[in-house]
């Protein structure tokens, strides 16, 4: 299994990146796939989650009406919009996976596949 994650950079406050996430290895469509971030100094935490190419989607509270995540079954892809970036979004970036079908599952439980991790800097 593997994910790679591209589409980081540096970015104005109140600007938009796009993620990207090519899964391999898994079943797509029976795969909950997941952004989470880790800024510095902080611990790990979930960004958002989707489950067969949109049918579920989850976002955290302090993203959820700026990013919007989506799948694409056939390419094997995730992506993320970020609007309405801020300095508190700078982070590391990771794709992250899992055979689940519930979005809220990764709030308590750690995915079993990761991707490496992309910065995303927002220069105020």
């Known amino acids: 299994v593997q994910l790679q994650a591209s589409g980081g950079g540096l970015v104005q406050a109140g600007g938009s990146l796009s993620l990207s996430c090519v899964v391999s290895g898994l079943t797509f469509s029976g795969t909950t796939t997941a952004w989470f971030r880790q800024a510095p100094g902080k611990e790990r935490e979930f960004v958002a989650a989707?489950?067969?190419?949109?049918?579920?989607?989850f976002y955290s509270d302090d993203v959820k009406d700026r990013f919007a995540i989506s799948g694409d079954n056939a390419e094997s892809m995730v992506h993320l919009q970020m609007n309405n970036l801020q300095s508190d979004d700078t982070a590391v970036y990771f794709c992250?996976?899992?055979?689940?079908?519930?979005?809220?599952?990764?709030?308590?439980?750690?995915?079993?596949?990761w991707g490496q991790g992309t910065l995303v800097t927002v220069s105020s």
């Open positions: 992250a996976a899992d055979r689940v079908r519930s979005c809220i599952t990764f709030l308590t439980t750690t995915p079993d596949y």
């Open positions: 989707i489950f067969r190419n949109g049918g579920r989607i």
